[in-house]
């Protein structure tokens, strides 16, 4: 703030006038005291007024003190109201922020469910193996509940401390989220490449599997 700048610099600028003064003064009653003996009277009246001037300078830096620093406590409050101000309005935008970002968080929860469900329903679908198809040696309805079951544990489950019967805080669950997306790469892409595997089979049956299924 510039104006707060200049005050202070003012008030700097009167005490030294303040400390000039003084040395001034002391000066001048110092040559008085020193050519009272033998000077003349207009000599000795010069160096009174001297005194006397400097004195009354003096007394005007003070009182300018005075009035400097009641400008200066003045522009102090205004400029801690401006900063708190300030303050307030970045902590209400990043409220604000946050609480966007909590409705982004809901609605991606609420999608990651959605997308559960379809894979559950369409793993149903899938489940219902046709009678004249042999099933693969491995197949129980490709482990869909499981096998997200499982994605679901080692991408948000927080994993159980040695020796402590002390559950997991809120906070290393919500720290197990930010890290999320390294543990469930891969989910799709190795169930895809079973699919394919399977597919492949299907469409080019091995002599075990036709014996198998005569």
Do not use: N
């Amino acid at each position: 703030m510039r104006i707060f700048k200049d005050t202070a610099s003012k008030l700097q600028q009167a005490h030294d006038d303040v400390a000039a003064c003084e040395s001034a003064i002391l000066a001048a009653q110092q040559e008085r005291l020193q050519k009272l003996p033998d000077a003349e009277p207009d000599e000795l009246i010069r160096l009174d007024r001297a005194v006397d001037d400097r004195q009354r300078q003096k007394q005007i830096f003070v009182d300018r003190i005075a009035a400097l620093e009641s400008k200066l406590a003045v522009e102090t409050a205004d400029r801690r109201k401006a900063d708190y101000q300030a303050h307030v309005a970045k902590i209400e935008k990043q409220l604000a922020d946050r609480d966007r970002a909590a409705i982004a968080v809901e609605a991606a929860v609420r999608q990651l469910v959605q997308a559960a469900i379809a894979f559950k329903d369409v793993s149903a679908r899938v489940g219902a193996w046709p009678a004249d198809v042999p099933a693969p040696p491995f197949y129980s309805g490709f482990h869909s509940a499981s096998g997200l079951g499982e994605l679901v544990r080692g991408c948000f489950v927080v994993p159980p401390r040695p020796y402590s019967p002390t559950p997991p805080t809120a906070r290393e669950f919500a720290e197990r989220l930010y890290t999320a997306a390294d543990r469930c790469a891969g989910f799709a892409e190795s169930l895809r490449k079973s699919d394919q595997a399977i597919i492949a089979d299907l469409k080019d049956p091995s002599p075990q599997s036709d014996e198998a299924a005569a």
